[in-house]
């Protein structure tokens, strides 16, 4: 039974039915992707069709912390309290791993006079993808989300490392879409495609990647809100599934120092919802001027939105020039060198391709941001720069080097509060000011060797 996008809560209870279902884990994504909410028997959700929680448990940050004081609680009450949860019927996946039949629906966030909690990720996205209807369009995304297997380790302070395949050796060279390398996972890739087929996940191809145990693996292009909830539910799936292999899976932006870091690239086009045409596209199958238009909005805006694209320190070691990551906002046709690649593609599949997101960015922000780009490109009709044909890395430097300079960008970006809106920036900046100031209070092995002694 596909799930739609129509699905009633009758045909949610009919669904729920079929397959015996006894527990129900309602889910929240937060600000971090991170799955919160509660798990209720059946007869619970069936009754209240809904749940509470603090409303600012989707606002805190990786390390579970909240500010003491400032902007942040002018939009969340001091007093903590309640949102209301309602579940999104066409969400509802099977738990293939649970040993009693159990269902996981995600739920958006309102407050008691029945609005959405503004900065809740799903409905900033929910946010964003309103403005395009108000225009006719509808945008289409598509993910390619990679990531690392690694080996178990429960030490923080000792460096990760590939673990070990069916051979019982650790990879220890590049292995690009290498099928071989793959194979050596095999056992683990079969639970996860059979899990994912159980879900209903649109997942499409996995290849190796350039890093030893990198991985990738491509989504079906779709609307904004679904595909964020299917990479939203395909993390989790990935996580669990490497921990009954003994391994972990991490979509940590730059795991392991000498290895490539992790991008979740996405292709993105619009759509006239009337015509169904391709909005880049001219009829003569032409470049149109909304295409270059969105490439200059997304040139425009990329640096400003950084820290919704790479939203912790470590996403920042990513972005090098030696290490297959974008280092600035050129564009190009078919060039994987630039920060926004046209790929080759018939007019009615034209599409733009947004690499410099981090596989660790939140998937309903991170879509959320690059659509709102791309909108403010077109209806500022924002002309881009000329096309880049060469190797981008020669360039400089476009991108914030780190997560304070991305701070500062967003913080000072008026277009982009009005798109995303006002109250998830402060929210979320907040939220990121502490993390960096948690970080800061680290000393690094590197501080510790290099300046000990010699300073």
């Given amino acids: 039974m596909v799930v739609k996008d129509s699905f009633t809560f ?49 606002a805190i940050g990786v390390t579970g912390e909240f500010p003491e004081e400032g902007p942040y609680y002018d939009v969340i009450t001091p007093t903590d309290r309640d949102m209301h949860l309602k579940p999104d019927p066409a969400t509802v996946r099977i738990v293939p791993w649970a040993v009693d039949p159990t269902a996981q629906v995600i ?33 289409v995304v598509a993910p390619e989300l990679e990531f690392y ?5 429960t030490d923080p302070n000792m460096p990760l490392r590939p673990p070990k395949g069916r051979s019982g050796r650790s990879e220890t060279s590049r292995q690009a879409y290498s099928i071989d390398a793959v194979n050596e996972f095999d056992p683990l890739f079969e639970d996860i495609y059979d899990y994912c087929e159980k879900m209903e996940l649109n997942v ?39 921990l009954r292999h003994e391994m972990y899976a991490t979509f940590m932006a730059k795991p392991m120092a000498n290895e490539p870091g992790s991008a979740m690239h996405v292709h993105q086009s619009v759509v006239e919802k009337a015509s169904g045409r391709n909005i880049f596209s001219n009829e003569d199958g032409s470049p149109s001027p909304e295409f270059y238009w969105y490439i200059g909005g997304l040139q425009r805006y990329i640096p400003a939105a950084m820290a919704l694209f790479a939203p912790y320190v470590n996403s920042y070691r990513r972005l090098a020039r030696s290490m297959s ?25 034209r ?17 959320a941001a690059t659509l709102a780009c791309g909108y403010l490109g077109i209806k ?22 780190s997560l304070g300079e991305a701070l500062a960008k967003l913080k000072d970006e008026p277009d982009l509060h009005a798109a995303l809106g006002q109250e998830f920036i402060t929210v979320y900046t907040e939220v990121k000011e502490i993390e960096h100031e948690e970080f800061m ?4 092995p590197w501080e510790r060797e290099h300046l000990l002694l010699h300073v």
């Fill in 10 to 58: 009758s045909e949610l209870e009919q669904w729920l039915n079929e397959r015996r279902v006894t527990e129900i884990e309602c889910l929240v994504p937060d600000l971090t992707g991170v799955a919160r909410g509660k798990i209720l028997p059946r007869e619970k959700f069936t009754e209240d069709r809904g749940m509470r929680l603090p409303e600012a448990i989707v």
């Fill in 107 to 139: 739920h958006d966030c309102f407050d008691r006079d029945g609005k959405l909690i503004p900065y809740a990720p799903r409905s900033v996205l929910r946010r964003v993808c309103e403005l395009f209807d108000a225009e006719g369009w509808s945008p």
């Fill in 149 to 153: 297997l690694i080996e178990r380790s």
């Fill in 204 to 242: 499409d191809t996995l290849i190796h990647e350039v890093g030893a145990g990198q991985m990738e693996i491509n989504f079906f292009h779709d609307h904004p809100l679904g595909l964020a909830d299917e990479v939203f539910f395909f993390k989790r799936t990935i996580r669990e599934t490497a």
């Fill in 325 to 349: 990551a974008p280092i600035n906002i050129q564009w190009g046709t078919d060039n994987r060198t630039v920060g926004i690649r046209s790929p080759v593609a018939v007019p009615a599949a």
């Fill in 351 to 367: 599409r733009i391709e947004n690499r410099v997101i981090g596989a660790d960015a939140n998937p309903y922000v991170a879509l």
């Fill in 380 to 401: 500022n009709r924002i002309d881009p720069s000329p096309e880049c044909k060469g190797d981008a890395y020669l360039g400089e430097y476009q991108l914030p080097r």
């Fill in 441 to 444: 209070k680290v000393i690094s």
